[in-house]
């Protein structure tokens, strides 16, 4: 079974097994086992995955789930430790339930399980909620050694998708340098205070639930800013709002 995803490339051998002794040192001291939702379109593959985890002793599959609506419902009764989910599924996707996942069950942690390499979905992941990101090309010891590892507290990134993350962000940041050199446009006072709820990570949806005002609304807002700033995506505006000291990162 340790094949069924294929191996992870660019990953050292030696670095793995200590990861995963370190893992399995942590997941020992547990008194519980780690109680985890699988959430996949394939019903084959959620099969796969609960007789592989079925293996592990600190690690429990609780339920199982095949779209982001019915994940909501099944997070909400059963609580879980970890939402294994994957990105996109029919009805609703994995990146639109994490946010609704976080809410009914707040102490669970999300990690996205997926085919997609896409940078947009790891950005918008994360955003949403999601502590660990991992492609499906990962051998199954692997799900087991980051489950165990987010239940720590530890973020998981497959290597590749932190890479684009790192190059991305850093380009972000050497483009804001740039437009530091032009005085910034002014915002009204309402676009500030959109911009610092897109910042937190808030969808427009949340966005206009705070402010009291219409989805339509808070939608034009955020095409003002992004075209005022010169920004393309509500990443730079995080980024932005940070360089700027409009929010504070703690």
């Known amino acids: 079974?340790?094949?069924?995803?294929?191996?992870?490339?660019?990953?050292?051998?030696?670095?793995?097994?200590?990861?995963?002794?370190?893992?399995?040192?942590?997941?020992?001291?547990?008194?519980?086992?780690?109680?985890?939702?699988v959430v996949d379109d394939h019903a084959l593959f959620r099969r796969g995955l609960e007789i592989v985890l079925a293996?592990?002793?600190?690690?429990?599959v609780v339920g199982e789930a095949g779209d982001g609506a019915e994940a909501v419902d099944k997070a909400a009764d059963l609580l879980p430790d970890i939402v294994l989910m994957d990105v996109r599924m029919p009805?609703?996707?994995?990146?639109e339930?994490?946010?609704?996942?976080?809410?009914?069950?707040?102490?669970?942690?999300?990690?996205?399980?997926?085919?997609?390499?896409?940078?947009?979905d790891l950005y918008e992941a994360i955003k949403a909620g999601a502590t660990g990101y991992l492609l499906k090309e990962i051998?199954?010891?692997?799900?087991?050694?980051?489950i165990r590892a987010v239940a720590d507290g530890q973020s998981q990134i497959s290597p590749s998708m932190a890479?684009?993350?790192?190059?991305?962000?850093?380009?972000?940041?050497?483009?804001?340098?740039?437009?530091?050199l032009v005085p910034a446009p002014r915002l009204t006072e309402r676009e500030l205070e959109v911009?610092?709820?897109?910042?937190?990570?808030?969808?427009?949806?949340?966005?206009?639930?705070?402010?009291?005002?219409?989805?339509?609304?808070?939608?034009?807002?955020?095409?003002?800013?992004?075209?005022?700033?010169?920004?393309?995506?509500?990443m730079e505006a995080v980024v932005y709002a940070m360089r700027e000291k409009i929010l504070e990162i703690r």
Not at 55 to 60: G, L
Not at 139 to 146: H, L, R, Y
Not at 218 to 234: M, P
């Open 1 to 37: 079974m340790a094949d069924t995803f294929g191996p992870v490339r660019g990953t050292n051998d030696a670095d793995s097994a200590a990861g995963a002794d370190s893992s399995a040192d942590s997941g020992g001291s547990r008194k519980e086992p780690i109680r985890v939702l």
């Open 195 to 234: 911009l610092k709820l897109v910042a937190t990570g808030m969808n427009n949806r949340d966005i206009a639930k705070e402010l009291f005002i219409s989805e339509n609304t808070v939608k034009n807002h955020v095409r003002n800013i992004l075209e005022k700033l010169q920004l393309h995506s509500r």
């Open 139 to 146: 051998s199954t010891d692997e799900v087991a050694t980051a």
């Open 97 to 120: 339930a994490c946010t609704s996942i976080k809410e009914v069950a707040p102490s669970a942690k999300i990690i996205m399980l997926t085919i997609s390499d896409e940078e947009a």
């Open 91 to 95: 009805k609703r996707g994995g990146i």
């Open 55 to 60: 293996q592990e002793e600190d690690i429990q």
């Open 163 to 180: 890479s684009k993350l790192l190059t991305e962000f850093k380009s972000m940041i050497q483009r804001t340098d740039e437009r530091r």
